[in-house]
C-alpha cells in the first residue's frame, strides 16, 4: 500500500515496537520505553505496553528516535534524472533513516514557480517513501536578479516556505535585502549560498598550506565569511528570518554565535562529511572530495563539531550531491562538486562525535530531528514521539559495524566519500506514518 492510498482511509496495522531506546529531544525523554503504533499515529508511550493485536517489534538495544529530517538534498529531478530522480533519492533517503527530505531548487526547470514545486511534492507523495517539502528559488532561474514569485510558492500545493539559490549565492545586497524583507511577509526562510564570487572564480579546493603544495588555486575562508557577515547585518536590520547553509569555517562560527548572542534570527547547518574530512585528504586529487564548499582544515572541523554541540549550528544538513559517474569521474578540475550523504550520515555522526564523546546520543539525534524541523515548517517530521502524533519514526542499531560499499547504495550515483570507511551505526527501521519504508535494513519500495 502506497502512503497516499494510507491517506485516503486505508487501515494501517498496529506495531508495538518493545524494549527501545527511546531518544526524543523534544520532550527530553531518553530511556528504555515501548511505542504503540495504529493507524499510522502513536497511540502510547511507556513501559510494559501491551496490545492484543499489535505486531510485536522487538527492539532491545536498538534506539528509537523521530525520523530524521534533511533541509538540504539534490534529488536532481526535473532534469538531472541521470543522476538521481525523486524515487531513487526517496529509497536513499529511507535507507538513511529520514523520513522529510527538503529538496533544493536547483533543477532543470529550476523550482521558482508553483508548478514546479507542485510537480516534485506530488512525485514524493506517489512514491510514498519519504515526505518532501521542496525548497523555492530566490531569484528567477536562479540569476540573482529578479525575485521569484514566493506568494505563489508558499500558496501553493506544496506550501514552500524556505527559499535558497544554493550553488549560486545572491551577491547583489539589494536583491538579497528584498528577499529577506519579501520572505517576511509570508514568515519563510531565506538560504543564501555562502559564497563571495569574486573570490572563488578560479577556487579548486581550501585555500592554504595544501593547496599550495598541490598546486590547486584556492577558495579562501574569507569568501564564506564575508557573504555570512552581510546577510547577518541585513537580516539583523530586517528582523528577518536567515538560515545559513554548509557552515564550514571557524570564522563563520564566530559571526553566527555572536549573530545569535544579539537575537538575530539565524538558524545554521553543517554537512557530514564538513564534520569528517579534511583537505589534506585531497593529496590524491581524487575527484569525489571536491565539494562546494571546499573541505577545510583540522582547525576549522574543531570549531564546526564545538558548534555542533553546544547548539550554534542548529542541525546537521547533509547536502546529498549525485553525480552521474561520467561526470563526477574526471580530472580534478573538471569534475563537478557534490558528495552523496543521505545514506551515510548518522554513521558518520555516530563515528565521529557520539563515540569520540562529542555529542551524547539525545543531541545528537536532535541535530538530525528536532533542530531541522526548528528551521522550517516539516509538518510534524521530527517532532515529539508522543500520543496522537503521526508515526515518523526511525530505529537505528548504535553498534553496528559496516564498511561503506559505494556500489550497493540506493542513489544512482557512487560518488560518497566514504566508500571503503568502517563505521559505526545504521538504521534498522524507517516508518512514514506507521508504515515501513526500511525494515530489517532494507527498503521498501
Not at 583537505?279 to 573541505?295: A, E, F, M, Q, S
Amino acid at each position: 500500500m502506497t502512503d497516499a492510498a494510507f491517506r485516503s482511509g486505508d487501515h494501517r496495522p498496529a506495531l508495538l515496537l518493545r524494549g527501545g531506546r527511546v531518544l526524543d529531544p523534544a520532550s527530553g525523554t531518553d530511556e528504555v520505553l515501548d511505542v504503540l503504533v495504529a493507524d499510522g499515529i502513536v497511540v502510547e508511550v511507556g513501559a510494559g505496553l501491551t496490545s492484543n493485536d499489535a505486531e510485536i517489534l522487538d527492539c532491545d538495544g536498538l534506539w528509537v528516535t523521530p525520523g530524521f529530517v534533511d533541509l538540504h538534498t539534490h534529488l536532481r529531478e526535473p532534469g538531472f534524472e541521470d543522476a538521481e530522480d525523486i524515487a531513487s533519492g526517496s529509497a536513499a533517503g529511507a535507507a538513511g533513516g529520514y523520513t522529510a527530505l527538503c529538496p533544493m531548487a536547483n533543477t532543470d526547470p529550476v523550482c521558482d514557480a508553483a508548478a514546479v514545486a507542485e510537480s516534485v511534492w506530488r512525485r514524493g507523495t506517489e512514491i510514498g517513501l519519504v515526505d518532501l517539502f521542496p525548497v523555492g528559488a530566490i531569484t528567477k532561474g536562479l540569476r540573482g536578479e529578479e525575485l521569484a514569485e514566493f506568494g505563489e510558492l508558499r500558496h501553493s500545493a506544496a506550501k514552500v516556505d524556505f527559499f535558497s539559490d544554493d550553488g549560486k549565492p545572491v551577491a547583489d545586497s539589494l536583491v538579497m535585502r528584498r528577499a529577506l524583507q519579501y520572505a517576511g511577509a509570508f514568515d519563510a526562510v531565506i538560504c543564501n549560498h555562502s559564497e563571495d564570487p569574486d573570490l572563488t572564480a578560479e577556487a579548486q579546493m581550501n585555500e592554504g598550506q595544501v593547496s599550495s603544495v598541490l598546486g590547486l588555486p584556492g577558495w579562501p575562508h574569507e569568501a564564506e565569511e564575508i557573504m555570512i557577515a552581510r546577510d547577518l547585518i541585513l537580516a539583523e536590520g530586517l528582523g528577518a528570518r536567515l538560515h545559513v547553509p554548509h557552515v564550514t569555517t571557524a570564522g563563520a562560527v564566530e559571526l553566527i554565535r555572536a549573530a545569535k548572542a544579539r537575537g538575530v534570527h539565524v538558524t545554521a547547518e553543517v554537512t557530514p562529511h564538513h564534520l569528517s574530512l579534511r583537505d589534506h585528504l585531497i593529496d590524491g586529487y581524487d575527484p569525489v572530495l571536491k565539494v562546494n564548499p571546499p573541505l577545510r582544515t583540522d582547525t576549522d572541523v574543531q570549531a564546526l563539531r564545538t558548534a555542533l554541540a553546544d547548539g550554534t549550528i542548529d542541525c546537521v544538513a547533509t547536502d546529498h550531491a549525485p553525480h552521474a559517474p561520467e561526470h563526477k569521474d574526471q580530472e580534478w578540475e573538471h569534475a563537478p562538486c557534490g558528495m552523496l550523504g543521505l545514506e551515510t550520515a548518522f554513521a558518520v555522526v555516530n563515528t565521529d562525535l557520539v563515540l569520540a564523546g562529542l555529542l551524547d546520543p539525545l543531541t545528537a539525534i536532535a541535530r538530525l530531528t528536532s533542530g531541522p524541523a526548528g528551521v522550517r515548517d516539516v509538518a510534524g517530521h521530527g517532532g515529539a514521539i508522543a500520543a496522537g502524533r503521526e508515526a515518523h519514526l526511525t530505529v537505528l542499531d548504535p553498534e553496528v559495524r559496516w564498511t561503506v560499499d559505494g556500489r550497493g547504495l540506493h542513489s544512482k550515483a557512487r560518488n560518497t566519500p566514504f566508500h571503503g570507511a568502517d563505521l559505526v551505526g545504521r538504521p534498522v527501521h524507517t516508518l512514514l506514518r506507521g508504515r515501513f519504508t526500511l525494515r530489517d535494513g532494507k527498503v521498501q519500495a
